[in-house]
């Protein structure tokens, strides 16, 4: 009976608790049913999810290209390769779809990847021991071009894949580089770094697309998928102002440079004074987008690097002089040093045995004394503080690049007034002396400078937005401007000019300034010494009466050989991209210069015999130098077509090389002597050669190691070629040319 009671208990308790369940369990179902939701989640939405495929339809970065439709920047279709080792992907299959073969695989993928064939094979080998579906083969397998991946796929070796993706493209190189900026992948996106990449990041990126199909377990698309395609709004192309063959012009006289006189920064800027449009802009160093490897200068020295100018701002301090009538350019000063009675210490000229002089030849020697007095005693330091601002000295210039810094106007003390004059103390930018400038090219009128043209549907080609020139502001009259390009003039034609025979065109006439400025050394807080340690520059427009472009080029610390004045490498950066430009544009030529140095064109020597050569070379007014006894032309050091200075030397080196007596040589021809040998140079000292390691006439291999030894010459004359042809080099420390 007790056990028959114990029993009946227990069957209560346990058909309650079943009661009990199936109520929570009737009631759960009940509100799922109701509710189609668990947990907060949406079943239905749950279940389209799972049973959904969904892709991102990636939108094509807008391009980048030059004033004429050039592209500068675009997209890139690139891909990345994988392979299948798992051997269960292909059971039951007739044909392999993993790499069956993988020694023959790698063997195959080896030159295409530029790896390894054993590394190739030990990836794959590793990725079938660890139990993996597939491997990938690091950078090696990134960024494959379409005609790689054309050429592995006619391989046909089964379980290769690949993932299409796209990298930001610079078909130029190293061109414009810090202008045009880099975009870098980002979260499966392009983003913009610098430059215009980054100012225009959100007009360049468009927005992505998608597409959504429901599927069965299988992958397959069902007959009723609901697809849902969302199209990707590719980006906007943006126009520069840019000139493509311009920017080429300039690119290529600035790696010379780069190459010939290895300065410490290199800065130009090409610009239509009319307009403020930027033609060209570039800097040294710079960088190749598409190789980046450590790169040493990310900024565009043009508009984030404020420096002292030299006497490039005496442009500014003579055009405040003329403005307010206090500038007579026949009256005299005496040259060399000055002083105010509220000066501690006098500021000197860069030489100081001129005696007395005019104001207007003050300018063309570029007399600190001149510029000092003008502002202190002509002028007043308050008045031309208010030329300063005028010519917006004291703000950036508004450009569309991003990172522009102003410089800072040092007008405390009345030292900083007066070195303010001569371009010392007080800092500006490369794009604030080229706005401030285009007052004196343009009728007094200051153009805002700019690089974007326009906007451009990329899909439409409807122009979305135009830039237009706007001006700044008129510091200047119309008159005041003409004077001033009269007097700069002289600065190039005059006997007395600081650019006299160095900066002149063929065929167009020049106003410009010259400018020697000295570098701040951090460590001592005082200026640099030493004749290399300047930042030379030049300011110029041409043609004089009604410029058609401006240029700005400043050169630190460049390389000079014994007696090499520091406006050799700026000259030559100007003379090459003005001249050249001036005549790509069709500016008709409002002179012929009768002083001009004769250029000849490099004949092509490339075949002929040794004697053959020389008389062509010579016939063209150039210099053979026969490197060996053979007699016929092996290679030579200049390129066809090359535009050479009369006389210039040029090496041929024949099929049986000999060591040369370099003696007397200078550094650069001893360089281009060892490049077209073929062997190796290392130098020491300066001037030019007297000492070879290598004896005249010992037969010369490539790769041989030659040491040549150079020291400056000992002549009377020398100080007398410095004081010549070197005028930019300072006698007292002040350094202001």
């Known amino acids: 009976m007790r056990k028959n009671k114990t029993t009946h208990v227990m069957s209560s308790v346990f058909m309650l608790l079943f009661i009990v369940l199936f109520l929570v369990l009737s009631g759960r179902f009940l509100y799922i049913q109701g509710t189609g939701e668990v947990d907060g989640v949406s079943l239905q939405e749950w279940a389209d999810k799972k049973r959904t495929n969904s892709y991102v339809i990636e939108a094509e970065r807008g391009q980048i290209l030059d004033r004429n439709g050039m592209p500068l920047a675009y997209d890139r279709a690139v891909y990345q390769i994988s392979a299948i080792v798992d051997e269960s992907y292909s059971e039951g299959l007739e044909e392999p779809k993993h790499v069956d073969d993988i020694d023959k695989a790698a063997d195959q993928l080896a030159p295409l990847l530029n790896m390894d064939a054993a590394k190739i094979a030990e990836i794959m080998k590793k990725g079938q021991e660890e139990g993996r579906f597939q491997v990938e083969f690091g ?245 031309f503080l208010d030329y300063l601002k005028a010519f917006h000295f004291d703000q950036k210039t508004g450009i569309d690049l991003p990172n522009e810094q102003p410089g800072h106007i040092l007008y405390d003390w009345p030292i900083e007034k007066v070195t303010t004059a001569y371009g010392q103390g007080t800092t500006v930018t490369p794009i604030q002396l080229m706005m401030a400038a285009s007052a004196i090219a343009n009728d007094g009128k200051m153009m805002r400078p700019y690089v974007i043209s326009k906007i451009v549907n990329s899909e439409t080609g409807q122009v979305m937005k135009e830039n237009e020139p706007k001006q700044s502001g008129q510091p200047v009259s119309s008159q005041t401007a003409k004077e001033v390009k009269d007097i700069l003039e002289t600065v190039i034609t005059s006997e007395h000019g600081t650019g006299h025979n160095i900066y002149n065109l063929n065929d167009y006439s020049v106003a410009g300034k010259t400018g020697t400025a000295q570098i701040p050394d951090s460590e001592t807080g005082r200026y640099m010494t030493g004749e290399e340690n300047y930042l030379f520059s030049f300011l110029g427009m041409a043609p004089k009466e009604d410029p058609e472009l401006m240029m700005y080029v400043s050169v630190k610390q460049p390389d000079l050989e014994e007696n090499e004045s520091g406006s050799a490498p700026v000259s030559y950066i100007f003379k090459n991209v003005m001249e050249n430009s001036l005549h790509y544009l069709n500016i008709e030529p409002d002179q012929k210069n009768e002083q001009k140095v004769e250029t000849v064109s490099m ?17 063209k007014g150039l210099k053979p130098a026969v490197i060996g006894s053979g007699k016929k032309v092996e290679a030579f050091s200049n390129r066809p077509g090359e535009q050479l200075l009369a006389g210039k030397k040029v090496f041929i080196l024949t099929e049986k090389p000999e060591m040369p007596d370099v003696n007397g040589w200078s550094m650069r021809d001893v360089l281009k002597f060892g490049d077209v040998a073929g062997i190796e140079i290392e130098t020491m000292g300066k001037g030019f050669a007297v000492k070879q390691s290598i004896k005249k006439g010992t037969a010369l291999k490539k790769d041989d190691y030659l040491l040549v030894e150079f020291s400056p010459p000992q002549r009377e004359e020398d100080n007398k070629v410095k004081e010549e042809e070197n005028p930019e080099a300072s006698d007292d420390g002040s350094g202001e040319q």
């Open 139 to 383: 950078v090696h397998g990134k960024n494959i071009t379409q005609e790689t991946k054309e050429k592995i796929e006619d391989l046909e070796i089964p379980g290769v894949n690949f993932e299409k993706d796209s990298i930001r493209y610079y078909p130029n190189g190293t061109f414009a580089s810090q202008v045009i900026g880099i975009a870098q992948q980002q979260e499966d996106k392009l983003i913009g770094r610098n430059g215009i990449e980054a100012e225009m990041d959100d007009v360049l990126s468009g927005k992505n697309g998608s597409i959504s199909y429901k599927r069965d377990n299988f992958n397959t698309k069902l007959l009723d998928p609901d697809e849902v395609i969302k199209q990707a709004d590719d980006g906007e192309d943006v126009y520069l102002t840019i000139d493509q063959k311009i920017q080429t012009l300039l690119e290529d006289a600035m790696s010379q440079v780069d190459k010939d006189y290895n300065p410490e920064r290199m800065t130009a800027v090409v610009m239509n004074p009319k307009t403020g449009e930027v033609v060209a802009m570039s800097n040294r160093p710079s960088y190749n987008p598409n190789e980046l490897g450590e790169v040493s200068n990310w900024y565009n020295d043009v508009v984030s690097n404020p420096f002292e100018p030299g006497s490039t701002m005496k442009i500014f301090t003579l055009a405040a002089a003329i403005e307010e009538g206090v500038f007579n350019p026949d009256e005299k000063l005496k040259s060399g040093s000055y002083k105010n009675d509220q000066m501690n210490s006098p500021i000197h000229d860069w030489r100081r045995n001129w005696g007395t002089i005019t104001y207007k030849e003050g300018i063309q020697r570029s007399s600190n004394v001149a510029a000092a007095k003008l502002v202190w005693e002509k002028l007043g330091p308050d008045k």
């Open 603 to 619: 004949p092509d020597i490339d075949g002929l015999s040794v004697n053959k050569a020389k008389e062509k070379l010579e016939s």
